[in-house]
């Protein structure tokens, strides 16, 4: 994977939607672990939702509770994510990351990283 490229970030009001997109030209995501981050103004990044691209079940990171979704498209190559019930503590940067792994496991050490799309979710 050399690019990871990050698309649909915008702004909404609170409990409006955005889909954001993670796509790798010129590579196919396979075996791979592709991992959904976020980092808001002042804080630490933190962990979104992972996928293993190989199937099995996503996870998410608590805070989620159930209001996005990280899906992946095979034939276009792209990994979303869904995101619900939006709300302004939802609003930073969001981060694409991959990782490969040759055993299906993802273990939250990515190596590949995208420039992060903006999400803005206003009161």
């Known amino acids: 994977v050399r690019r990871l490229v990050e698309s649909g970030g915008g702004s909404v009001q609170a409990g409006g939607s955005l889909k954001l997109s993670c796509a790798a030209p010129?590579?196919?995501?396979?075996?791979?672990?592709i991992y959904w981050y976020r980092q808001s103004d002042g804080m630490e990044r933190e962990g979104v939702a992972a996928l293993y691209t190989g199937g099995g079940r996503p996870y998410y990171y608590p805070f989620v509770n159930g209001r996005f979704t990280i899906s992946q498209d095979n034939a276009k190559n792209i990994v979303y994510l869904q995101m619900d019930r939006l709300n302004p503590d939802d609003t930073g940067k969001y981060y694409c990351?991959?990782?490969?792994?040759?055993?299906?496991?993802?273990?939250?050490?990515?190596?590949?990283w995208g420039q992060g799309t903006q999400v803005t979710v206003s009161s």
């Open positions: 010129g590579y196919k995501f396979s075996d791979f672990c």
């Open positions: 990351a991959a990782q490969f792994t040759a055993d299906g496991v993802c273990r939250g050490s990515p190596d590949y």
